[in-house]
């Protein structure tokens, strides 16, 4: 059974259309990558992953369930801008991620030990021990954002959403980046979904690379209609579209 699925989902703010018969099915594991132009609903469709946005139509699945309204440990998120928490240290920041995995947010006594060692661990794994007591401000951009993904991974999420998290960072600790998300994804299996507005990225990164477009477009009305995944590219072969994999599969080998 797939992990994540999304069932004939519509969404419209109001009386305008973003999104239209989006149909996904995702295995557990899997790297997603989602580009498309600029306002076209990938942001919104990860808001949906997220139980923050509903749909006007059809329906969402993880695990077989309605994703929660209630953020929780099963999902972490990363945004392009840090949203680390800027008046605490680095350690307090991962501790924090910790707790809020809790009913009451805050961890004492033998909890907050063991939180205060997992927060170690992931500080080591992330490569910010040497800053656990700094302060985020003083964090190049590469850091701030390994600490934003060390947060969202204290919970250990089933499933992580990235909105563009390498999107403010300058080429060289992008790479570095893609190395670290790899490594990460090879340890956990988790199951991510990324957007980019970088296409090598997305191939780079991802198994598959959705494409959000508007198979209808109305000169006259340009928000008529919302937006659908229109490709669905394999990206470990290379990016060969699954239909051009099919055709190959079903073709006669020559003779
Ligand atoms: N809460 C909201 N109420 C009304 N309209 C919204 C709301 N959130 C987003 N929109 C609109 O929905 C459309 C899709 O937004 P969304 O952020 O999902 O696009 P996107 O593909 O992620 O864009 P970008 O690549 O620029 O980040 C945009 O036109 C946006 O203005």
Same mark, same amino acid.
């Given at each position: 059974?797939?992990?994540?699925?999304?069932?004939?989902?519509?969404?419209?703010?109001?009386?305008?259309?973003?999104?239209?018969?989006?149909?996904?099915?995702?295995?557990?594991?899997?790297?997603?990558?989602?580009?498309?132009?600029?306002?076209?609903?990938?942001?919104?469709?990860?808001?949906?992953?997220?139980?923050?946005?509903?749909?006007?139509?059809?329906?969402?699945?993880?695990?077989?369930?309605?994703?929660?309204?209630?953020?929780?440990?099963?999902?972490?998120?990363?945004?392009?801008?840090? !949203?680390?928490?800027?008046? @605490?240290?680095? &350690?307090?920041? +991962?501790?924090? #991620?910790?707790?809020?995995?809790? *009913?009451?947010?805050?961890?004492?006594?033998?909890?907050?030990?063991?939180?205060?060692?997992?927060?170690?661990?992931?500080?080591?794994?992330?490569?910010?021990?040497?800053?656990?007591?700094?302060?985020?401000? !003083?964090?190049?951009?590469? @850091?701030?954002? &390994?600490?934003? +993904?060390?947060? #969202?991974?204290?919970?250990?999420? *089933?499933?992580?959403?990235?909105?563009?998290?390498?999107?403010?960072?300058?080429?060289?600790?992008?790479?570095?980046?893609?190395?670290?998300?790899?490594?990460?994804?090879?340890?956990?299996?988790?199951?991510?979904?990324?957007?980019?507005?970088?296409?090598?990225?997305?191939?780079?990164?991802?198994?598959?690379?959705?494409?959000?477009?508007?198979?209808?477009?109305?000169?006259?009305?340009?928000?008529?209609?919302?937006?659908?995944?229109?490709?669905?590219?394999?990206?470990?072969?290379?990016?060969?579209?699954?239909?051009?994999?099919?055709?190959?599969?079903?073709?006669?080998?020559?003779?």
């Amino acid at each position: 059974m797939s992990y994540v699925t999304a069932q004939n989902i519509f969404l419209s703010y109001g009386k305008r259309p973003i999104l239209e018969r989006v149909n996904l099915s995702v295995e557990k594991g899997e790297f997603i990558s989602i580009v498309g132009a600029s306002g076209c609903g990938k942001s919104t469709f990860l808001r949906l992953l997220l139980a923050q946005e509903q749909p006007t139509r059809g329906e969402v699945r993880i695990d077989g369930a309605e994703p929660a309204r209630e953020p929780g440990p099963d999902r972490g998120v990363v945004f392009q801008r840090y !949203s680390v928490f800027p008046h @605490m240290t680095v &350690r307090e920041n +991962i501790v924090a #991620a910790t707790g809020l995995s809790r *009913r009451f947010g805050r961890l004492f006594g033998a909890e907050r030990t063991a939180a205060r060692a997992a927060a170690g661990a992931m500080l080591e794994r992330i490569g910010l021990s040497h800053v656990a007591d700094q302060y985020p401000s !003083s964090l190049s951009g590469g @850091m701030q954002q &390994r600490l934003a +993904i060390g947060q #969202a991974l204290a919970c250990k999420p *089933r499933v992580l959403l990235l909105d563009e998290p390498f999107g403010a960072l300058d080429p060289g600790t992008r790479v570095s980046m893609h190395e670290f998300l790899t490594e990460l994804r090879a340890e956990t299996e988790m199951t991510v979904f990324m957007v980019t507005h970088d296409l090598e990225e997305g191939f780079k990164l991802g198994d598959r690379v959705l494409v959000f477009d508007k198979p209808r477009w109305d000169p006259d009305d340009p928000e008529a209609y919302g937006a659908t995944i229109t490709y669905d590219f394999d990206a470990r072969n290379d990016g060969i579209p699954f239909q051009t994999l099919e055709e190959a599969t079903h073709a006669t080998p020559a003779s």
